[in-house]
């Protein structure tokens, strides 16, 4: 501990973390960053959890947030040792019968693997790339008034739907219902809930605009980068300090916590006015995710090439498996065949394993809390795609629910996002509060992925959080 004083103090090192004190500090404040464990990163971490030199990431490994987000892009990233690797296809979804979809770059080159659907996934993502500079624009800066609304307008109109109703009033192939599913259930929801049309669209949006990459050597080097350029700016950070209360922390003008609503009670909640810390106690958490890390001793045996081509694959077949899967697991039970989302960044990235060897990451999801083990059950989806695949394993690691929370507080009860991003918390995150960041309790802000514009690799909770503190209370814009 210290008992120097600081202009703000940030506590958690996730990318939001590591983004409000970057900010904080480029506007000349003096700024002390806090991470609970002995390394900074939170959702960023890599680490060898099988054998020594196999390199994985143990929470996030795909970014097509990252690359995406105006922050990182505005920060010399590279020159601090950041490198994002692409594979040919941003993602493979195989199917029982051997064929696969391919999300690319070029929309065209994707239609053509969408067979019947062809024609119309052209004709849907043409439209919805005309309107996307506009609603990364939204995402980005989710309280500046829209400057174009028609193009927004014409988005909302398709994503303010489910997905299922996406999906079922524009395709009628195998191909394009299941890779769409695919990416409607990266939203960790029903396929039927609302907004669930607009997280797919975005997600699409993302594939063809900047791809879906990730950082050469592991996520890990993303926040190593954050936090070379955070120091070389003078911050401090300080790790292995697990705040139990905001009351043990230096004195400073600002402290803004890469924290969720739960924890926020914990360690401040006597600071919150009555209704403050009602609409904290309020604030929804979504289902969880089971996570299991390979060594392997050679590539994944799949058998579509496509898969071989992708960085991400998802394993779920049909439209209606993952509808099914999903649906489930919202309703609190274990599904026999989930929807596996599974990452194989070291056939593109050597540094990740030895020689030969190979790396895989993959989680499904589950309901909150729960410690079933789920390892059979997602190696069962992986070998039926990949036969043979079993036979390749050196050695694994797992992560149930609970563990997850464990191992990183924000993830509670296994949810990986922070909170449930539905309609309800869209961007009324954590409560329906203007501004979102701030709290009842003065100089004190939340600034995790619990506010908006929500889960994901982007910096961007903590980017407006920053800005809206440093108004607030350094009166600056
Ligand atoms: C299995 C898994 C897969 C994922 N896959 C992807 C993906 O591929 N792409 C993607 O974009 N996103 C992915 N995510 C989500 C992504 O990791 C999160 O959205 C992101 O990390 C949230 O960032 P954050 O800064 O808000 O919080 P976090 O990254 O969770 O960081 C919070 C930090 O605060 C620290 N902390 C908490 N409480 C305290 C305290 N009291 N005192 C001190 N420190 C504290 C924690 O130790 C942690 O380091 C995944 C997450 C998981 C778990």
């Known amino acids: 501990m210290t008992n120097t004083k600081y202009d703000a103090v940030v506590v958690g090192s996730g990318p939001n973390g590591l983004s409000a004190a970057i900010v904080l500090r480029q506007a000349g404040l003096s700024v002390l960053l806090i991470e609970g464990k002995p390394t900074i990163g939170g959702g960023l971490r890599s680490a060898s959890l099988t054998l020594p030199g196999y390199i994985h990431d143990v929470c996030s490994a795909i970014h097509p947030f990252a690359v995406f987000s105006p922050l990182f892009n505005s920060l010399p990233l590279q020159k601090h040792g950041l ?32 067979g019947a659907d062809t024609r119309s996934y052209e004709h849907l993502m043409q439209n919805t790339m005309k309107n996307w500079p506009a609603v990364s624009n939204s995402i980005a800066h989710p309280f500046a008034f829209p400057k174009h609304l028609i193009p927004l307008a014409r988005f909302g109109s398709k994503g303010i739907f489910s997905a299922r109703r996406l999906i079922e009033r524009n395709f009628k192939g195998m191909q394009a219902r299941g890779m769409l599913a695919g990416v409607a259930a ?53 790790t292995d300090w697990m705040v139990e209360s905001l009351d043990e922390l230096p004195n400073a003008s600002a402290y803004l916590l890469d924290i969720t609503p739960k924890q926020l009670l914990k360690i401040g909640g006597s600071r919150l006015s009555a209704w403050n810390r009602r609409q904290m106690k309020n604030f929804k958490y979504g289902s969880g995710v089971f996570k299991v890390d390979w060594a392997l001793d050679g590539p994944i045996p799949f058998k579509s090439d496509a898969c071989k081509k992708a960085a991400t694959v998802h394993l779920g077949n049909s439209f209606e498996e993952i509808m099914k899967c999903e649906q489930e697991v919202s309703l609190g039970k274990i599904p026999e065949y989930p929807f596996v989302l599974l990452a194989q960044q070291s056939l593109f990235d050597p540094t990740r394993a030895p020689q030969d060897r190979q790396v895989a990451w993959a989680y499904c999801h589950v309901p909150a809390n729960s410690g079933v083990d789920m390892t059979e059950r997602i190696e069962k989806q992986v070998e039926r795609f990949a036969p043979g695949f079993r036979d390749r394993i050196l050695s694994k690691h797992v992560f149930d629910a609970v563990e997850m929370e464990s191992y990183n ?64 209370i350094f009166g600056q814009r």
């Open 186 to 238: 990266h939203g960790v929801q029903p396929l039927t809930n609302w907004i669930t049309g607009a997280i797919t669209l975005i997600f699409l949006c993302l594939g063809h605009d900047k791809g879906w990459p990730f950082p050469k050597g592991g996520s890990q080097q993303l926040a190593n980068a954050l936090a070379s350029y955070f120091l070389s700016l003078g911050g401090r950070i300080e």
């Open 409 to 472: 507080p924000n993830y509670v009860g296994g949810d990986i996002g922070g909170g449930i991003q539905n309609w309800k918390q869209l961007i009324t995150r954590p409560a329906l509060r203007f501004p979102p960041y701030r709290t009842s309790a003065q100089g004190v802000y939340l600034c995790s992925s619990s506010t908006p514009p929500g889960g994901g690799v982007h910096g961007l909770c903590g980017f407006n959080a920053a800005k809206q503190a440093l108004k607030d």
């Open 83 to 114: 490198e994002f690797l692409y594979s040919p296809l941003a993602l493979a979804h195989p199917f029982d019968d051997g064929s696969a979809a391919e999300l690319e770059h070029d929309i065209h080159q994707t239609a053509m693997s969408l």
